[in-house]
């Protein structure tokens, strides 16, 4: 018989959790280590210890909740996410792969199942980066990627450190970050996009995740007086910029259907209605799963800036950030796939568009992720949702991959 999970133990315990932060709409703000990001840690942390798992934590504030195995000199295998939240986000996204980490412990306890590894379900600190950037930070710095002073120093809007925070509300731990041995590790997520709820399918096999590149754009034009300044005499910095829009929009449509072209952010200087703009800051963002393509847009956007350089404005860009696509572990992958089949569950291969602390977590460990449908597809947003059965699928997914690895 195919061992399944508590579906309404993990729907209630999704239901509990959602508590800290809570917002209007169903939605939660839960910002990395904030208090109610503390609140959600010591819930955790007594879940954790009422199923019998110890609990350690690292410097970065990464939390390992343990089910020891019978062979403790073995790599663990690894399952988890994150429970911090985007402001004004979802109460799903991240937290969602914890819990169902947790559930299947207490289906492992309940069933009295002993596995040879021992299991871990990790709560990865700041992987939104909505608080502090660069987002999943300290998957990052576990993998490697980052060192542990880059980490531990990012500051939030008000300038407190992660250090600084991870101090205020008790979650400094003592643990290294990494240089340990994982034998294989699982990220369950909701899809935060249509496709799957579109298709009518259960589960997504997540088989590799886009590359990304972050660029941060100025246009310097000239301020001046709105109402005295002929049209032909001005420097419009916003024209120069609208410019670009469409130009990253452009190059967006002309590589999909896998391109994502963004520009998210903009800041207009001086921001006044009654004088022409002479600057804007923005900011561009490209996904694509392939490397060379993400080349290509890349010289698309340097071309792009060049020709409003050639005119009466002047313009540049910068390269602040980016990492290559991933493609996940293909034995890891095919756990997934064999226990989506096992348990009859409908089931597509996918390319994750968002990132997530797998893609780090993947450099040092074979690693595999797990997607379920949200309703239309709507994620960081209070109206994110998913029901009840899908969450319940997910996690017998994760539950039998998990088995497949952990030598029960």
Known sequence: MIP???????????????????IPKDGVTRLALSEEDRQARDQL??????????????????MFLRREGTRPELAPVVTGSHVDSQPNGGRFDGIYGV??????IRTLNDGQI????????????????????????????????????????????????????LKQI?????????????????????????ILEAENIEIGVVTSAQGQRWYELEILGFSAHAGTTPMERRRDALLGFAAMVTAVNQIGLDFMPDARATVGMAQITPNSRNVVPGKVFFSVEFRHPQEAVLEQMEQRLLAAV?????????????????????????????????AAQALGYSHREMVSGAGHDACYLSRVAPTAMIFIPCVDGISHNELENISPAWATAGANV???????QTGA
């Open 4 to 22: 399944q999970v508590n579906g309404e133990r993990l729907w209630q315990s999704l239901r509990d959790m959602a508590q800290f932060g809570a």
């Open 45 to 62: 942390r007594a879940w954790a210890l009422e199923a019998g798992c110890s609990v350690r934590v690292d410097r970065m504030g990464n």
């Open 99 to 104: 819990l169902a980490g947790l559930e299947v």
């Open 114 to 165: 002993a596995t040879e590894r021992a299991l871990e379900v990790v709560n990865w600190t700041n992987e939104e980066g909505a608080r502090f950037a660069p987002a999943m930070i300290a998957s990052g710095v576990f993998a490697g990627v980052f060192d542990e002073e880059y980490g531990l120093s990012r500051r939030d809007a008000q300038g407190i450190s992660i250090g600084e925070a």
């Open 170 to 194: 008790g979650y400094d731990g003592e643990d290294p970050v990494g240089g340990r041995p994982i034998h294989a590790a699982f990220e369950l997520h909701i899809e935060q996009g249509p």
């Open 306 to 338: 060049a020709e409003v350089d050639a005119g009466t404005l002047s313009a540049r860009a910068e390269r602040i950030f980016q990492y290559r696509p991933i493609r996940f572990d293909e034995n890891c992958i095919d756990s997934v796939r064999q």
């Open 398 to 404: 994760l539950l039998n991959a998990l088995l497949a």
